[in-house]
């Protein structure tokens, strides 16, 4: 990966239950974005967190943000079998946006 | 609301052919990227065009070459085509102006180059 890892690379949960996903990055940051891929398709924008902050919600989502262990954490509450796709964290520079390997996230109904 | 546009959403070729892939950004966009994603993969940063002009540039072997045009949209070009080319190839755009500058990318739906 061009970015850094992800972690875990693979989650499968029961629907109602929550899902955090991790990411680690290389590089200082501006903001670090969160996406989200279903299978084949186009990615999709979820949240962006900035470096000045600490965490962020929206939703079901809430994303932490921790620029001295230049690591970000993505959690999923109460899960749908919808939220089924692969969930990449992304750091922008100025011009290009790297992408971290990703977790593929199953949500059983 | 207009989204990305790519075209086609499906190639085949063979080894040595050349693909041409194109993309249609979202209106008043000023940025266009192109990434290339292996199955199982991360999308992988190929290059990127800020006002038509080549703003940075990632992975991108030698044999490919992109361009942006007045209207906006852009090309992607990929010569002596080799089996190991066959990915998902993503166009998204962005906008750096004002109120518009959300720093988030849009993604179209993709273009899946198959080589044989």
């Known amino acids: 990966s061009q970015q850094g890892e992800e972690d875990p690379q693979a989650l499968s949960i029961q629907e109602g239950e929550n899902a955090t996903m991790n990411c680690s990055y290389k590089?200082?940051?501006?903001?670090l974005q969160w996406y989200r891929q279903n299978s084949g398709r186009g990615l999709v924008h979820l949240i962006l967190?900035?470096?000045?902050?600490r965490e962020k919600h929206s939703g079901r989502l809430r994303v932490t943000l921790d620029t001295s262990k230049k690591s970000s954490s993505l959690l999923i509450t109460a899960s749908r079998a919808a939220d089924t796709a692969s969930y990449f964290c992304?750091?922008?520079?100025?011009?290009?946006?790297?992408f971290g390997t990703g977790t593929r996230l199953k949500v059983l109904a | 609301a207009a989204g990305v546009i790519q075209s086609p959403r499906h190639l085949i070729k063979e080894k040595r052919e050349t693909a041409t892939l194109k993309c249609y950004p979202i209106?008043?966009?000023?940025?266009v990227y192109w990434y290339q994603q292996g199955p199982g993969q991360d999308p992988q940063f190929l290059i990127s065009?800020?006002?038509?002009?080549?703003?940075d540039k990632g992975s991108i072997p030698d044999r490919f070459s992109a361009q942006q045009f007045s209207d906006y949209h852009s090309e992607l070009n990929m010569s002596s085509l080799e089996l190991g080319d066959s990915a998902l190839y993503f166009c998204?755009?962005?906008?750096?102006?004002?109120?518009?500058?959300?720093?988030?990318?849009?993604f179209g739906e993709g273009s899946r180059l198959t080589v044989l």
């Open positions: 967190i900035r470096s000045n902050e």
């Open positions: 590089t200082s940051i501006n903001n």
């Open positions: 992304a750091t922008s520079g100025t011009y290009k946006y790297i």
């Open positions: 209106p008043r966009h000023d940025t």
């Open positions: 065009f800020y006002e038509k002009m080549q703003s």
């Open positions: 998204a755009s962005s906008s750096s102006r004002g109120t518009t500058n959300t720093g988030e990318l849009f």
